[in-house]
């Protein structure tokens, strides 16, 4: 697993499936939208990511370099809710590098992307997997460091292994988990080792990774939707305040016509979601993704909340992606069971369960149109904005 001179960013097909999802209806319905993404590391790092900076920059000037081949747009294409326009943009598009502003702070690597939406919505997932393998990189590597990533790994295979007969007894609600490590792997490497492990051991139960070049590479299923950017940038985009949620389901539901059907409620909180979420919305979506605050509570919330509206939880899914690892997957899974289907996408505890300890980082949207915006999180220190005013408006707005 050396790969200490390799370049990271491998395609720009490298990117989580949700980020081509939410490119293309944004490039649809607000072409010239401006936007503000900016990075933050939550946790302490072993060492001053600032560090990182000549390296960073070195990566970021190939990416901005390269362009998608036929193949990855032929793959695009033949995905049914991209369409060929937008695949037509993507091959001649090319990150421009002028977008991206890289500095220091002290011990902490700056880095934000300021322009116009289409062209800044993509930097996200590479920043972060870049900052997150340089890091790595210059940290202890050797065997037995590698071997204790291994054990690990196969740890999660034998636990799922001995519980499979009964997480696959229920053929209407089966127990199913997919990859969202791309933006905190360990490495390039590390990650196609897991994802080929899991899909060559467990097939019936890992159904797939938000990683679209390793799908295409692999043969196996892109999972993703929408992120929290998407609902936000509708904070900024003339409408009003209180209506920015139905506003961003409605463009969702115009663009995809049932397609990636599945909706994310946190960006100011659960109950503020649900209640937008009427019949109409209900009726239309698959279902809900839980990206912060008690997963249980969470649940209990979504299956009183249909019942409410008279629809039958079962023909619903719940998918988490909240800091989850595979027992506590399974442990939800159990709760929900018989009551609404489940799915479950595991990110860091997948793709960098090592000794050392893992990189907290984010890249955010923080401002659109010239207007801030916000995500008020169901947990603490998830929330993300550099405008209090706007924060406090945004509360009470939305009674959080």
Same mark, same amino acid.
């Given at each position: 697993?050396?790969?200490?001179?390799?370049?990271?960013?491998?395609?720009?097909?490298?990117?989580?499936?949700?980020?081509?999802?939410?490119?293309?209806?944004?490039?649809?319905?607000?072409?010239?939208?401006?936007?503000?993404?900016?990075? &933050?590391? /939550?946790?302490?790092?072993?060492?001053?990511?600032? +560090?990182?900076?000549?390296? !960073?920059? =070195? @990566? $970021?000037?190939? *990416?901005?370099?390269?362009?998608?081949?036929?193949?990855?747009?032929?793959?695009?294409?033949?995905?049914?809710?991209?369409?060929?326009?937008?695949?037509?943009?993507?091959?001649?598009?090319?990150?421009?590098?002028?977008?991206?502003?890289?500095?220091?702070?002290?011990?902490?690597?700056?880095?934000?992307?300021?322009?116009?939406?289409?062209?800044?919505?993509?930097?996200?997932?590479?920043?972060?997997?870049?900052?997150?393998?340089?890091?790595?990189?210059?940290?202890?590597?050797?065997?037995?460091?590698?071997?204790?990533?291994?054990?690990?790994?196969?740890?999660?295979?034998?636990?799922?292994?001995?519980?499979?007969?009964?997480?696959?007894?229920?053929?209407?609600?089966?127990?199913?988990?997919?990859?969202?490590? &791309?933006? /905190?792997?360990?490495?390039?490497?590390?990650?196609? +080792?897991?994802?080929?492990? !899991?899909? =060559? @051991? $467990?097939?019936? *139960?890992?159904?797939?990774?938000?990683?679209?070049?390793?799908?295409?590479?692999?043969?196996?299923?892109?999972?993703?939707?929408?992120?929290?950017?998407?609902?936000?940038?509708?904070?900024?985009?003339?409408?009003?305040?209180?209506?920015?949620?139905?506003?961003?389901?409605?463009?969702?539901?115009?663009?995809?016509?049932?397609?990636?059907?599945?909706?994310?409620?946190?960006?100011?909180?659960?109950?503020?979601?649900?209640?937008?979420?009427?019949?109409?919305?209900?009726?239309?979506?698959?279902?809900?993704?839980?990206?912060?605050?008690?997963?249980?509570?969470?649940?209990?919330?979504?299956?009183?909340?249909?019942?409410?509206?008279?629809?039958?939880?079962?023909?619903?899914?719940?998918?988490?992606?909240?800091? &989850?690892?595979?027992?506590?997957?399974?442990?939800?899974?159990?709760?929900?069971?018989?009551?609404?289907?489940?799915?479950?996408?595991?990110?860091?505890?997948?793709?960098?369960?090592?000794?050392?300890?893992?990189?907290?980082?984010?890249?955010?949207?923080?401002?659109?149109?010239?207007?801030?915006?916000?995500?008020?999180?169901?947990?603490?220190?998830?929330?993300?904005?550099?405008?209090?005013?706007?924060?406090?408006?945004?509360?009470?707005?939305?009674?959080?």
């Amino acid at each position: 697993m050396s790969t200490s001179d390799r370049p990271i960013i491998r395609s720009l097909l490298e990117n989580d499936l949700y980020k081509f999802s939410m490119w293309q209806a944004l490039l649809h319905s607000h072409p010239g939208a401006q936007a503000e993404y900016a990075f &933050l590391c /939550r946790n302490k790092p072993s060492y001053p990511l600032a +560090e990182l900076r000549a390296d !960073f920059e =070195n @990566e $970021i000037e190939r *990416l901005c370099s390269m362009s998608f081949a036929q193949d990855e747009l032929d793959y695009l294409g033949r995905l049914r809710f991209l369409k060929s326009d937008f695949v037509d943009f993507l091959s001649v598009f090319r990150f421009q590098r002028r977008f991206l502003h890289v500095d220091t702070a002290g011990d902490d690597l700056v880095i934000r992307a300021k322009g116009p939406l289409v062209h800044v919505i993509g930097f996200e997932i590479f920043v972060l997997y870049v900052v997150n393998e340089l890091y790595f990189r210059r940290l202890p590597a050797d065997e037995a460091i590698v071997e204790e990533m291994r054990r690990r790994l196969w740890i999660k295979i034998e636990f799922l292994r001995a519980q499979q007969h009964e997480l696959l007894a229920n053929p209407r609600h089966p127990f199913n988990f997919f990859d969202f490590g &791309l933006r /905190r792997r360990y490495s390039a490497a590390w990650q196609d +080792e897991v994802i080929s492990t !899991f899909n =060559n @051991e $467990i097939p019936d *139960l890992f159904r797939g990774t938000s990683n679209v070049y390793l799908a295409k590479q692999l043969g196996i299923t892109p999972i993703g939707t929408m992120a929290h950017e998407y609902l936000q940038a509708f904070q900024a985009l003339g409408i009003r305040l209180r209506d920015f949620q139905t506003a961003a389901l409605e463009g969702w539901v115009h663009e995809f016509r049932g397609d990636l059907g599945v909706a994310l409620t946190d960006v100011v909180g659960m109950d503020a979601f649900l209640r937008d979420f009427d019949l109409y919305f209900a009726k239309l979506f698959d279902g809900l993704r839980h990206d912060s605050g008690d997963p249980i509570v969470w649940g209990e919330k979504a299956i009183a909340h249909y019942k409410k509206l008279r629809i039958d939880p079962e023909t619903k899914r719940l998918v988490f992606s909240d800091a &989850l690892d595979v027992p506590r997957a399974v442990a939800l899974y159990h709760h929900f069971s018989g009551r609404i289907s489940t799915s479950f996408g595991i990110g860091t505890n997948l793709t960098n369960d090592t000794p050392h300890p893992a990189l907290n980082i984010v890249m955010k949207m923080v401002s659109c149109n010239g207007q801030p915006v916000a995500k008020l999180s169901d947990s603490p220190g998830k929330t993300m904005c550099n405008d209090e005013t706007f924060l406090a408006y945004l509360r009470q707005v939305f009674s959080h």
